[in-house]
Antibody
């Protein structure tokens, strides 16, 4: 069974940094692209970023381009989202998901950015 | 960016009756490889999103056959043949053809 477990969410001040992690299991991790998506309180879903199988190819939403960095460690079955220059509007539940097609989602980790 | 417009945004339904949600794209979702990367997701209250339908009309594993997807190009539809109580939640369309990936605004399905 495919499982994704996010961690690293926290309360952080505007302008601060945070690294989210996602531990994957139940599939051959290096075979799949991996993505992050988010959902602000009471709002809809927003795709954030996707990383290719080897970690070389990455894509970002305009709203996070230049501030967030996605990466992966295929030896550990982990995907990361390094977030810097955090803004109040980055407050959200952040989900890890398999592939660009968002096949399977984790339960999410909460990031709160406060001034 | 591709804009996905869902309608209606709120859908009160009677148990056992059909329901339909529309999603219209601002541009064609046919990829250069010939596939149309258009998905539907369900988010029940308090839960993570779950993909129901991929590439327009393919049901994910474990999804009841009362859910069906159809459409092509820029116009897509999710149908529930007979709504059950567990179908309450918010439904999102999403396109994976063009970067950045985008979602529709969501349609809230509730029981009358």
């Amino acid at each position: 069974e495919v499982q994704l477990l996010e961690s690293g969410g926290d309360l952080v001040q505007v302008g601060g940094s945070l690294r989210l992690s996602c531990a994957a299991s139940g599939f051959t991790f290096s075979d799949l692209d991996m993505s992050w998506a988010r959902q602000a309180p009471g709002k809809g879903l927003e795709w954030v970023s996707t990383v290719g199988r080897s970690g070389v190819g990455t894509n970002y939403a305009d709203s996070v381009q230049g501030r967030f960095t996605i990466s992966r460690d295929n030896s550990k079955n982990m995907v990361y989202l390094q977030m810097s220059g955090l803004r109040a509007e980055d407050t959200a539940v952040y989900y890890c998901a398999t592939q660009r097609w968002l096949d399977v989602w984790g339960k999410g980790t909460t990031v709160t950015v406060s001034s | 960016d591709v804009v996905l417009t869902q309608s209606p945004l709120s859908l009160p339904v009677t148990l056992g009756q059909p329901a339909s949600i529309s999603c219209r794209s601002s541009q064609s979702l046919v990829h250069s490889d010939g596939h149309t990367y258009f998905n539907w997701f369900q988010q029940r209250p308090g839960q993570s999103p779950r993909r129901l339908i991929f590439r327009v009309s393919n049901r994910d594993s474990g999804v009841p056959d009362r859910f069906s997807g159809s459409g092509s190009g820029t116009d897509f539809t999710l149908k529930i043949s007979r709504v059950e109580g567990e179908d309450v939640g918010i439904y999102y369309c999403m396109q994976g053809t063009h970067w950045p990936l985008t979602f529709g605004q969501g349609t809230k399905v509730e029981i009358k």
